[in-house]
């Protein structure tokens, strides 16, 4: 008993040095702040009232700094399980780490990991439960996997007669849509569905898609309910609270994560295992053509990064290339990178077609494409996907 809590001190206490980090400043508070869905309880706990809940959630779900877990039970709800997607219940399990299924040390209650083997919940997960309860901060890109934690999560809910009850959160890449739509034969839990890399929607308008165009098993069986953020639009500027993954530390490295996420299926690092991953990129043999540089470690979130150990030298990404990565995703990087790694083949690994969703983006680099060819073969798919897009939007669209 002592061991398990002092585990649990250990990882909460991580989880808070991790939530601390994701703004770069502090900013005044607006007239009239977004208020996630989690907020609304006065709509959404009516729903949970005689209803036994399971709940999707990690470190990020919480209610004006409380855990929505702590917020519910205190309220009565009938909590009965906790299911957890990659990077655990804390938040701080490396990326792509296996976890394990556990129980939580403060409530007692089962922890179900929704990672590795057991991606979709199965029907003995699921009984004595009537509502799944949906509540994870994604960042709106198509590789980050909560998005298809949601998927599973939907199908297996309508296969076996529950409601899924989406809190919404605003998406902070919301406010544009770009990349290379997915091939849908090239599926993975990194990309499941046709849509671009950065698709501009809240996973409550994504759960309305993956229903209403029947991108699910049995959708049409489906109950499911969304609250909806209040002060938001596509618009809308959003700092998270809290970070939502280990390697996402600060909004800058959010809004850079879509462009720079590339690089995870190369042999460049992004700087896992630094103190600004995915704010920065670099191998070591790229010292001949930068003098910046840096040198990952074994951390929390990256216990065994790339490049361990070593110097590696390349871009540390700032203010202006924040905030041209905010507008459209950036290609510039990655082909620099691929002409000074000497244009060669191995540059990409086997991880590349499923990050990218497609297999010609590797193709037109090779071939010498420019940015500028390369963005406009990805025009006619965008302009399909956001057809279909305009139909689940809750909130008003980005001009």
Known sequence: MISALFQYLKTFFLSLLLAGNVTAQTQPAPSNPVLPGAYQMEQYLPLLQGKRAGLI??????????????????RGVQVKKIFVPEHGFRGVADAGAHVKSDVDAKTGLPVISLY????????????????????????????????????????????????????????PNGHYIDGPVLDTSLRSFVGMQPIPIVYGMTPGEYAKMLKGEGWLKQAHALKLEVIACKNYDHNTPYDLPVAPSPNLKTMASIYLYPS????????????????????????????????????????????????EGQNCYGRILGEKEVAAAK??????????????????????????????????????????KSEQEIRSSWQPGLKAFNEIRKQYLLYPDFK
């Open 260 to 307: 720079l996420c590339f690089f995870e299926g190369t042999v460049v690092s992004v700087g896992r295992g630094t103190s600004k991953p995915f704010e920065q990129w670099g191998h070591p043999v790229f010292e001949k053509f930068s003098s910046e540089s840096f040198r990952p470690r074994s951390m929390t979130g990256a216990t065994q990064p790339p490049y």
């Open 116 to 171: 590795g083997n057991n991606k979709k919940p199965t029907a003995a997960q699921l009984e004595g439960l009537d509502v799944l309860m949906y509540d994870l901060q994604d960042v709106g890109v198509r590789f980050y996997t909560y998005i298809s934690t949601l998927q599973y999560c939907m199908e297996a809910a309508a296969e076996n007669g529950k409601t899924v009850l989406v809190l919404d959160r605003p998406n």
């Open 57 to 74: 959630i990690n470190q990020t779900s919480e209610v004006k700094g409380t855990p929505l877990l702590d917020t519910l039970l205190a």
């Open 327 to 368: 507008k459209e995703l950036q290609l510039q990087w990655l082909l620099e990178a691929y002409n000074w790694y000497g244009k060669r083949e191995s540059f990409f690994n086997n991880f590349f077609e499923k990050l990218a969703g497609t297999r010609e983006l590797r193709r037109q680099i090779m071939a010498g």
